[in-house]
């Protein structure tokens, strides 16, 4: 069977999700349906705005379904008449059976992780905070638990010692989309085998996977497994007692957004990026250094955080000489 002949429904929003359709596309996958968020008003004029992936639906002349609710049973109906053999969902809201178990051949997810490791809602951003060298994108099919079905195909992916959240996701983006485009291939030509997430030590991890490397090599999963909850405003308070590789990593991972802060004058600082600066020294923790010109550091347990990209509340972003030209402690 060709890929042409699979019928295809794809369920994404966000520019994240636009690579993997594209990625589809491209291989001369039949994409027979496109579902994504409706449009939003956005902006001062409140403008009705179409999504990343219905911009480019339009633009590829793709069938566009936009559902209020993915339960409505008009939707259901609607999605039904397409037949699609396979559902590919990527960065999409969280599906109901009635939809996920509909295809015969099920519905796969692009998950941004070396599943079992990392599941949850923010997997790019604690990979980073938890100063991990290295990740990687999944392929597997949905079941009830949240990213727990049969893995497909995997391909990790090397952390840069100062590479961000944003940065890592645009090379994510590529990346998944690569694998997505494989993991289809693999579906018809019999090579992508779903993988149950075994047992190990009392916690779930892979086995016979099928994986790609990209500029790295695979280490297996070892260990307790790490989850990637969703980010509440307490994570991103920066806790100066720490060590300066922790709140690197902290600042690397939620850069750019939400954002790690502390605090300046009283007023909120937003920290995009920072340097570190091992020494001893005897100051107390969360103290602020500054020459007024180029630098603005914050001591802390082993050393201090040079931050060299921020954001004051009420204030644009900007980097750290400017920010120092027009600011006093």
Sequence with gaps: MELSALRIVFLGTPDFAVASLDALVQAGCNIVGVITAPDKPAGRGMKLTESPVKKYAVSKALYIMQPEKLKNPVFLEELKSLKADVQVVVAFRMLPVAVWDMPPMGTINVHGSLLPQYRGAAPINWAIINGEKETGVTTFKLQHAIDTGDILLQTTIPIGENETAGQLHDRMMLVGAETLASTMKGLLDGTAVPVGQQKVNGEESTANVQQLTVNGSHSAVNGELKHAPKIFTETCQVNWAASTETIHNLIRGLSPYPTAFTFINEKKLKIFAAAKEL?????????????????????????YIHITDLQLEGKKRMLVEEFLRGFRL
């Design 279 to 303: 020494v001893l020294h005897n100051h107390e923790n969360g103290e602020v250094f500054t020459d007024h010109k180029t630098y603005l550091k914050y001591s802390c347990a082993d050393g």
